[in-house]
T-cell receptor, first 109, second 115 residues
């Protein structure tokens, strides 16, 4: 798996957009980029994933740099329920995701 | 769908006792994963199965840990004998397919405390 680097923590105000960065400079051409989040006292939940093109779903958007060495998870309007640890994962091993330390997002009312 | 089901949700036991954690994956999913989460080590993959067959158990900490998947709808993670350092939250996850793009669905976890 390619190593990923994320900031330890970030803060956001409620109703504002949040951009969570992830560096994956050793990513290979077949590595997908996955994002999961873990709310307090819950198991991780899938957020979004992509390979080369930017991706959108009901939860978030994923912007992938042209060289694929970094990506950004975008929450368009942060709510208090979005406070969680966000994990960025890049994997080639089929079905296997290695979770790092993630970014703890705090949302202020 | 009820999602991934884990039992028990909480387990308190004494050092030396056998502990069995149970998981029911989402129906139709053919990959199953066991993770352990602690403050010190974060979220670690212990073992994963595809079509009931263990594919990678390199994350299993030692011989005291064993996992089985006798059929597509049930898996167990057993610790025998348990030690205080095994205290953690254990998550089971399942996914449809085995490809690198597969989304994993996690259960609520079992919080294990070994006294």
């Amino acid at each position: 798996d390619a190593k990923t680097t994320q900031p330890n923590s970030m803060e956001s105000n409620e109703e504002e957009p949040v951009h969570l960065p992830c560096n994956h400079s050793t990513i290979s051409g077949t590595d997908y980029i996955h994002w999961y989040r873990q709310l307090p006292s819950q198991g991780p939940e899938y957020v979004i994933h992509g390979l080369t093109s930017n991706v959108n779903n009901r939860m978030a958007s994923l912007a992938i740099a042209e060289d694929r060495k970094s990506s950004t998870l975008i929450l368009h309007r942060a709510t208090l329920r979005d406070a969680a640890v966000y994990y960025c994962i890049s994997n080639t091993n089929a079905g296997k995701s290695t979770f790092g330390d993630g970014t703890t997002l705090t949302v202020k009312p | 769908d009820a999602g991934v089901i884990q039992s028990p949700r909480h387990e308190v036991t004494e050092m030396g006792q056998e502990v069995t954690l149970r998981c029911k994956p989402i129906s139709g999913h053919n990959s199953l994963f066991w993770y352990r989460q602690t403050m010190m080590r974060g979220l670690e993959l212990l073992i994963y199965f595809n079509n009931n067959v263990p594919i990678d158990d390199s994350g299993m900490p030692e011989d005291r840990f064993s996992a089985k998947m006798p059929n597509a709808s049930f898996s167990t993670l057993k610790i025998q004998p348990s030690e205080p350092r095994d205290s953690a939250v254990y998550f089971c996850a399942s996914s449809l397919g085995y490809s690198v793009g597969s989304e994993q669905f996690f259960g609520p976890g079992t919080r294990l405390t070994v006294l």
